[in-house]
């Protein structure tokens, strides 16, 4: 494993229920969820978790670590958007939905922090969006048209987070971006 600087990035998950797992670990909290750090191997797959005695021994502080990763992060792992199967939340081109991840599909949730990603993306549509975190690697992206409800968007991350490993699931909130104000926040 390739120790140097240039391959740290950072991915998310869960902080209620990793809390334990986090004790040992550098990380940032970002709203109902951890950022934490690791180092990613050549295949671009496999990431290495950084500890808090790792990176005490390479002197790494949490600030520096997350400066390096997010700097690498998007760098080693751009983010891929595509349009979400037609099955899936009655998907129709009125009101179209999105699947965000990166370029391999592993840690993909990670890309909403990537900067300016999701202003970019809220002005192309010009509208604000919900963000649905449907696991650890994916989120799904619906634009904000005045026609979603909550209630209706949680029931999908309840049924979503019911198929997965809690080891997978990222969180049982929802997310919105505003545009205008650049800001992201969890609606729970």
């Not at 986090?22 to 970002?30: Q, S």
């Not at 180092?39 to 950084?50: E, K």
């Not at 989120?139 to 979503?160: F, H, K, P, T, Y």
Request: with cysteine; charged share 25%.
């Amino acid at each position: 494993m390739q120790t140097g600087t240039g391959r740290i990035i950072y991915y998310l998950t869960d902080f209620k229920s990793r809390q334990d797992q986090l004790k040992d670990r550098p990380y940032m909290i970002f709203e109902d969820m951890a950022v934490v750090f690791g180092i990613l191997d050549a295949d671009r797959y496999t990431v290495h978790p950084i500890d808090v005695r790792q990176a005490s021994y390479h002197g790494w502080t949490t600030d520096q670590l997350w400066k390096m990763a997010k700097k690498n992060t998007p760098r080693l792992l751009p983010e891929r958007i595509e349009p979400a199967d037609k099955k899936i939340i009655g998907h129709t081109d009125d009101e179209p939905v999105f699947l965000l991840s990166n370029d391999v599909q592993r840690y993909g949730s990670a890309v909403i922090c990537y900067e300016n990603l999701l202003y970019n993306f809220a002005c192309k549509y010009h509208d604000n969006l919900y963000l649905l975190p449907t696991s650890i690697h994916e989120c799904i992206i619906l634009l904000d048209q005045g026609s979603l409800s909550c209630e209706n968007l949680r029931d999908i991350i309840e049924e979503s987070n019911k198929m997965l490993k809690t080891d997978e699931i990222l969180s049982d909130n929802i997310y919105y971006y505003d545009r205008m104000q650049r800001e992201f926040f969890g609606l729970f």
